[in-house]
């Protein structure tokens, strides 16, 4: 037992020093940890090449598909200006006095299709600009505005992270969006007052480098505000539909109409119509858009960095399913009690250790997987807490090792010494709050 722990200790390892300190890919990484960990464990070459390329096609099967169409969503989104239409709407909403709010929900609802990093990028003008004409310390809103994005980003489907753990999990995607708003927008909320209260203090001027005038010329070219929902809400709606129909109790009866209530509730179906509503975004489609050169391929690029990664994160699960990880890690959950606290805990040090939450989501995934039933996490309500609970640890914490932190505190004019007091001590507030709720559920639940 002792020597199945330490090989997994040294396998994790492996995978943060090699990442964090020597800058190697996250995908070499754990393909060296899968082969570390086999040889290790005393297994026999083929059957760890076998167990490597079962564990990286079932991953990639199941969301790989997935992952590019969210991706697609979130480029067009990005490229059409329909951020800004969605921040406009929520501006109107909020009001642009509670600005702190506004940048909140803003950057929570653009992080469900758009990357954290690609996120605050796109609207770090407009929070200086907003900053600004509130009289406000740009400290504060820009780490609103890191918050709201990194909760969305780390717990709510279809962002990578939080459907690849689903899938490793085997949790049913449409309760994890249905847990996973909960945790994050009570969490959110937390963390809005946090930014006022605490991260308000710190005077940063806002020095905006676009005029009002300019944003609201921003704001007139980009579509509409409900069509750049759309691609965003459509796809979740059929998600939670499918869930619901799905459930043993039949809601909706059973029969030929709920069958296709699933289909279009499927994953990637309902993905692939998000896309289809993506593309009506710009003035005018070109099939320069759709090209290798374009918008699509620019999104692919991306999205198969994700997916090699998300791949080998399946295939160190399916290495670490050899051992008998799950009965020693589950008793030591029985006996200290700690249940859906042993994913949150696993996944903040893997992420405060190596910086990437993707990484941290796909690594304790693969770890916990094996562990679902000693845990006694079996229902399906429970399998997606637990992916939340993984998510929620992947927020803790955001430091130097981290590239969003570089992201937020040199847009936002932070020194480091600053960053590590908000931002890093602010994706704490985030995840530990949405624990709490999660456990507070757990009660209720049980």
Known sequence: M???IILI???ILLIVISTSRLSLHPFLALMVACLFFGFGSGMAPEAIIQTINAGF????????IIIIAGIVIGAF????????ALASQVLRVVGQKRVHLAMGVIGYIVSIPVFADSGFIILSSLNRALAKEAGVSLAGTAISLSLGLTAAHTMVPPTPGPITAAGLVGADLGIVILIGLYASTGALAVAVVFSKVFAGKVYIDPQPDLTSEKIKEKIREAPSSMKSFLPILVPILLIVLRSVADYPTEPFGSGGVVDFICFLGNPVTAL???VLLALLLPKKLDKSMLSTNGWVGDALKTGAVIILITGAGGAFGKI????NIGEILGGFASDYRIGLWLPFIVAACIKSAQGSSTVALTTT??????LMLVLGMDTEIEKAMVVISIGAGSAVVSHANDSFFWVVTQMS???VSQGYRLQSVGTAVLGLSAMVLLTLLSFFIQ
């Not at 096609?57 to 790989?64: F, P, S, V, Y």
């Not at 989104?77 to 800004?84: F, I, K, P, T, V």
């Open 2 to 4: 002792m020597q199945t």
């Open 9 to 11: 200790i040294l396998s």
């Open 57 to 64: 096609g079932e991953t990639i099967g199941k969301i790989g």
């Open 77 to 84: 989104l990005e490229q059409s200006g329909g951020a800004y």
């Open 272 to 274: 692939f119509i998000g």
């Open 320 to 323: 670490l399913q050899t051992s």
């Open 365 to 370: 995934a693969s770890i916990i997987a094996p």
């Open 413 to 415: 004019g932070m020194n």
